[in-house]
């Protein structure tokens, strides 16, 4: 079980507003690649347009791109530009976001609504072995717009303790950088579910509304699932995407 204060007084997560401006243009193209935003064999704009885009010099938008194409997820090519290489990473932080905006992509940011460790209720599907199971609720928006509420059910063996201003907005990063352990694969099952009492006014669908749900069992490296979660997406504003390359 992993103690959380401990690690974050000794490594806390960086807030990227203090990360430097560079750093901050590669993940914000980053998450641009990995969320379908900017598709693999995509040239971007000429250096000089992003720069002014970004507001920076020539020279740090190149420091950026250069750390992109270091991550294998940029082809650098002289005298013809750049080039999204999408086949990136799979452990990238949102390598297994498969919700999208109905044009495709769509920027993920998280609002995160509670967080609380409690007895494992017996209408949840196996997983982990713990007896108590921490409860995380979050609203996620695509592009600023509410699309997805998340239930996320995380072995309670997992963490001694989790409060709800530690975590970013990618939870598979959180659990990698601070609890020591990485999602390896997903098992994702898709139906129509009703919203569910919780919902907050501003996701835009009412309590008992139709929606689509998405049941998730997910596996770090052992051989039980770690973690369950469901997930309500409205279909006025998102839908769900696998992409097989």
Same mark, same amino acid.
């Given at each position: 079980?992993?103690?959380?204060?401990?690690?974050?007084?000794?490594?806390?997560?960086?807030?990227?507003?203090?990360?430097?401006?560079?750093?901050?243009?590669?993940?914000?193209?980053?998450?641009?690649?990995?969320?379908?935003?900017? *598709? +693999?064999? $995509? @040239?971007? /704009? !000429?250096?000089?347009?992003?720069?002014?885009?970004? #507001?920076?010099?020539?020279?740090?938008? &190149?420091?950026?791109?250069?750390?992109?194409?270091?991550?294998?997820?940029?082809?650098?090519?002289?005298?013809?530009?750049?080039?999204?290489?999408?086949?990136?990473?799979?452990?990238?932080?949102?390598?297994?976001?498969?919700?999208?905006?109905?044009?495709?992509?769509?920027?993920?940011?998280?609002?995160?609504?509670? *967080? +609380?460790? $409690? @007895?494992? /209720? !017996?209408?949840?599907?196996?997983?982990?072995?713990? #007896?108590?199971?921490?409860?995380?609720? &979050?609203?996620?928006?695509?592009?600023?717009?509410?699309?997805?509420?998340?239930?996320?059910?995380?072995?309670?063996?997992?963490?001694?303790?989790?409060?709800?201003?530690?975590?970013?907005?990618?939870?598979?990063?959180?659990?990698?950088?601070?609890?020591?352990?990485?999602?390896?694969?997903?098992?994702?099952?898709?139906?129509?579910?009703?919203?569910?009492?919780?919902?907050?006014?501003?996701?835009?669908?009412?309590?008992?509304?139709?929606?689509?749900?998405?049941?998730?069992?997910?596996?770090?490296?052992?051989?039980?699932?770690?973690?369950?979660?469901?997930?309500?997406?409205?279909?006025?504003?998102?839908?769900?995407?696998?992409?097989?390359?």
């Amino acid at each position: 079980m992993s103690s959380i204060n401990q690690k974050r007084n000794a490594d806390p997560v960086p807030d990227a507003a203090n990360l430097p401006i560079y750093q901050q243009i590669a993940s914000t193209l980053r998450r641009g690649i990995m969320t379908g935003q900017l *598709v +693999d064999g $995509q @040239p971007l /704009p !000429p250096e000089r347009q992003l720069a002014r885009q970004f #507001g920076v010099s020539v020279v740090t938008l &190149r420091k950026a791109l250069q750390l992109l194409a270091n991550d294998g997820m940029l082809r650098r090519r002289q005298g013809s530009g750049n080039y999204v290489s999408a086949r990136a990473d799979p452990e990238q932080k949102y390598g297994f976001f498969r919700i999208e905006t109905l044009a495709g992509g769509g920027l993920p940011t998280a609002d995160y609504l509670s *967080v +609380d460790l $409690q @007895p494992r /209720p !017996p209408r949840l599907p196996a997983f982990g072995t713990g #007896g108590d199971v921490w409860r995380i609720r &979050r609203l996620r928006a695509l592009d600023s717009v509410p699309a997805v509420l998340e239930e996320i059910w995380l072995d309670g063996s997992c963490a001694d303790q989790l409060d709800m201003s530690w975590l970013p907005e990618s939870l598979y990063a959180f659990y990698q950088s601070e609890l020591g352990f990485w999602i390896s694969r997903a098992e994702d099952s898709v139906g129509v579910g009703t919203i569910p009492d919780w919902a907050p006014d501003i996701f835009g669908l009412a309590a008992g509304s139709a929606s689509g749900v998405v049941d998730r069992r997910a596996w770090a490296q052992g051989p039980d699932a770690i973690e369950y979660s469901r997930s309500w997406f409205n279909p006025a504003t998102a839908r769900y995407v696998a992409r097989l390359i």
